[in-house]
């Protein structure tokens, strides 16, 4: 693959522009000059920057890589950007005019507009270090562009990252989790992975952050572009760079990384390995990383309304005079199929009949290859008497400040998440006695579709006298895709209230110590602690 030489890159380009109008606003309005449109590549690609006012307080950039440049006269010209890349037809998503008072200096702005064009070299992006990004990213070789194209159309709209900043747990948590410990920020670089809204970059630079890279690669870069744009005092030290952080440059290493990869049951949307990336490329040695730790945690539960929930969806293919047609053939596939749904809804903690146990990932250490499959042994003694329907999971994550350690949690029982928690629900219950051992594993493992494919098996082994010499009594497994889930959060959900357990009596797991986990290097961990201090888990 051939780059350009480093010699023939430009930091820079300037020109003076008499007026500009942007052609969002309705007419079109035009800011008089004079004006100044600058190339360069300070953000990791070819880029257009218009100033829109004589201090050049606010600007609009156009990424040379979408844009395109018309004549509309001998001194005036069209700027727009292509749209979002999941519609069909070929639409802009911003565009400005622009208005020169020579043509001889509209005539060397074209100009200057198809040479930094060309740095956009046909295999990839020329970066502003001299080296050129593959087209064919690491990113691209495993997930399928399917599931990509609906993954960053989704988070390029306003409403869903709405939905996330009215999150106050989760908002609420980072926000604290900065700003106590403003000492690790103030004066740093910080890389935001997966930027979204930019509202975690704002966070960093209200903490008094040096320079925050805010790398987000779908359509939401342009809005948080436009919300930094509007927070003067932080957003001069916020670069907004559209990409991906498998395929971006910095002009510069990162002293901390900050990012929200968390999806459900954790690991869902595979950014977790993202966030493993930009650590390997962009953080130095030592480096701090907000959320530090993840932890998957996990205990049976018994929950019948929800079993014959679910077992009830698949009643309409018992019909045997469906319009004259038979449809109990697929009874059986239906059944299985519905219970091959993880449930994500918000349970009564009650409903669990053992303590809990964690899988804990240490972001600072874990390789991107160990997200590939996760492999979780499971062992609980049943505190009740009871039908086994499943797996309850949840997960929290720890940021590890040096003034404050916070923690984020999803658990039932705690203030509710966009997460909620997951439950895994077996088509076969087991029977289980007090004291009786219950084992198996959740196997995990990752797929294409920026999911994981998830293999429950759970026993009961023997119980009472001779239970020393083994054997297994039950066993019952299911086969469920993460990326598939029912979302039950607005059903109706009766409990009782007489339970051989007082509420979140079995949560209290969590706050036990772990083994030792010097072997990852997270044996700084701390657990939760319900201290005053910290009053967001």
């Known amino acids: 693959m051939d780059t350009l030489p480093a010699e023939n890159m430009r930091h820079h380009q300037n020109f003076t522009v008499a007026s ?32 829109l006012d004589p201090e050049g307080q606010h600007s609009l950039n156009f990424d040379l890589r979408t844009a395109q440049l018309f004549r509309l ?34 005539s060397s702005f074209h100009d200057a507009f198809e040479q930094w064009k060309k740095e956009v070299v046909v295999q990839g992006s ?23 194209k609906m993954y960053f159309h989704y988070y390029g709209q306003l409403l869903h990252q709405q939905n996330m900043l009215q999150d106050y747990v989760r908002t ?47 359509e939401m870069a342009d809005y948080a572009q436009k919300l930094i744009a509007g927070n003067p005092i932080l957003g001069q030290r916020i670069t907004v760079i559209k990409g991906k952080v498998e395929d971006v440059e910095l002009p510069e290493k990162a002293d901390i990384l900050i990012s929200e990869p968390m999806g459900t049951l954790l690991v869902n949307e595979r950014m977790l390995e993202s966030y493993v990336i ?20 996990m205990a049976p539960f018994s929950d019948e309304y929800l079993y014959v929930e679910i077992a009830n969806k698949a009643l309409f293919w018992q019909q045997q005079n469906y319009y004259g047609v038979d449809l109990t053939a697929l009874h059986g596939t239906a059944f299985q199929g519905y219970f091959s749904q993880p449930v994500v809804d918000a349970f009564d903690p009650r409903l669990l009949v053992a303590p809990a146990v964690s899988h804990v990932i240490n972001f600072t250490t874990v390789k991107e290859e160990d997200l590939y499959e996760i492999n979780i042994p499971l062992k609980f003694i049943a ?22 350690q916070r923690w984020l949690t999803t658990a039932p029982g705690a203030p509710t998440t966009h997460w909620y928690q997951l439950r895994c629900v077996l088509s076969q219950p087991i029977y289980v006695m007090p004291g009786q051992e219950i084992s198996g594993h959740l196997h995990m493992i990752a797929h294409s579709a920026q999911s994981y494919t998830i293999n429950l098996t759970m026993s009961a082994k023997m119980w009472g006298p001779g239970a020393e ?10 086969r469920l895709d993460l990326k598939e889930p029912y979302y039950r959060m607005s059903q109706p959900q009766a409990y009782s209230v007489a ?31 319900n201290d005053s201090s910290v009053p967001i888990r």
């Open 20 to 51: 500009i109008s942007l052609l969002s606003s309705n007419p079109p309005k035009p800011v008089s000059g004079p004006l100044s449109a600058t190339f360069g590549s300070a953000s990791g690609f070819p880029e257009l920057q218009f100033f």
């Open 73 to 106: 006269g001998e001194v005036q010209s069209l700027c727009v950007s292509e749209g979002s890349e999941t519609i069909k037809e070929k639409t802009y998503s911003k565009g400005v005019t622009v208005q020169f008072k020579e043509e001889e200096e509209s």
């Open 126 to 148: 020329t970066l502003p270090n001299g080296t050129v990004s593959s087209s064919k990213s690491k990113f691209d070789d495993k997930i399928e562009a399917s599931s990509a």
């Open 172 to 218: 609420g948590s980072y926000y604290a989790a900065v700003i106590e410990n403003q000492v690790d920020f103030a004066g740093r670089v910080v890389v935001d992975v997966g930027a979204g809204s930019g509202i975690l970059s704002l966070f960093a630079a209200q903490a008094g952050a040096k320079h925050v890279y805010a790398v987000e690669a779908s």
């Open 278 to 297: 930009a650590r390997d490329r962009f953080l130095v040695p030592n480096g701090k990383m907000f959320p530090t730790v993840g932890r998957i945690h």
């Open 383 to 404: 505190s009740v008497g009871t039908r086994i329907h499943g797996l309850a999971c949840w997960f929290d994550v720890l940021f590890n400040g040096s003034t404050v």
């Open 469 to 478: 010499q083994g054997g297994i009594l039950q066993t019952s497994s299911c």
């Open 499 to 529: 339970q051989d357990q007082q509420p979140n009596q079995l949560l209290q797991s969590q706050d036990l110590q772990l083994p030792s986990l010097d072997e990852d290097g997270s044996d700084f961990i701390q657990q939760p602690s």
